[in-house]
């Protein structure tokens, strides 16, 4: 049978968990505005970045996706899988955690298989078993933390992300939830609105339009586990009516906003 749980701490909100067992949902290429790292638990998928080549993934696997990067990730046809996701904004745990190697929030793309890096798996499920149990917000930021230093830190791809385009995407998270248009953005960055489009999908893979929608649902997860009412949480982030909201977030998150706010774990 299959089964979807999502964890959050009111007193430590940088951070989500999501388990999915015997799982066979399907996600549309979406991005988050928060660091992702993954875990498949069992079965098999097909990971594509960019929408480029697929990557195979089998239990074991686990990947970690920068934030804004376009991807996704669903089981191979007819077949059931199993992973748990977490999605930690780094910044905000960093800003809480003291001083820090802020190269902790510099990790690239990148996938890790068992034989490449032997017991990265095992202090992955340690943590991400920390975060799903009843434990202290201090004892679960270590485990954040800690789990950062584990994860591999090669140069992040970041460096080759023009600095315009990094402080769009903080321009971007700071008008939330109205957003701005292509052509506000366009004369902030100082660039045409081709350009802009050009840029940013050669290094995200997506659009700001997109970024803004993705924005939005991340900011309505963290209402709904406020356990506010779906309609006045989709007016709160920038969605013209309450269809438009739950078919945006089933489209990227595959449960309904009043299934998520039965699922989630606080």
């Not at 098999?44 to 697929?54: A, F, H």
């Amino acid at each position: 049978m299959e089964s979807v749980r999502f964890w959050r701490d009111p007193a430590l909100p940088c951070y989500e968990l999501r388990q999915a067992i015997n799982s066979r949902a399907c996600y549309r290429a979406h991005s988050h505005p928060v660091l992702s790292i993954g875990k498949v638990d069992a079965g098999q998928s097909r990971l594509r970045v960019k929408g480029q080549r697929e990557i195979a993934l089998g239990a074991g696997d686990v990947v970690v996706i920068p934030a804004y990067l376009l991807h996704s990730c669903n089981p191979r046809p007819d077949q059931f899988w199993g992973y748990r996701m977490l999605y930690l904004d780094v910044p905000a745990l960093l800003a809480v955690a003291g001083p820090v190697s802020l190269e902790q929030a510099e990790l690239p793309f990148s996938v890790c298989q068992p034989h490449d890096r032997p017991g990265l798996a095992t202090r992955v499920d340690e943590a991400f078993d920390q975060l799903s149990t009843v434990t202290t917000a201090a004892q679960k930021q270590a485990t954040l933390l800690a789990l950062l230093a584990q994860l591999p830190h090669a140069p992040s791809e970041r460096a080759t992300i023009p600095l315009w385009l990094q402080t769009l995407n903080l321009t971007l998270q700071s008008a939330m939830p109205q957003g701005l248009s292509l052509a506000q953005l366009a004369a902030l960055s100082g660039k045409s609105r081709s350009s802009l489009l050009a840029a940013y999908g050669q290094h995200y893979g997506s659009t700001p339009h997109q970024a803004i929608i993705d924005l939005r649902l991340n900011q309505a997860k963290q209402l709904l586990a406020q356990q506010q009412a779906v309609v006045s949480v989709a007016l709160e982030t920038g969605f013209t009516d309450q269809s438009h909201f739950s078919n945006a977030f089933k489209g990227r998150v595959a449960v309904t906003p009043q299934q998520y706010t039965r699922l989630l774990h606080r």
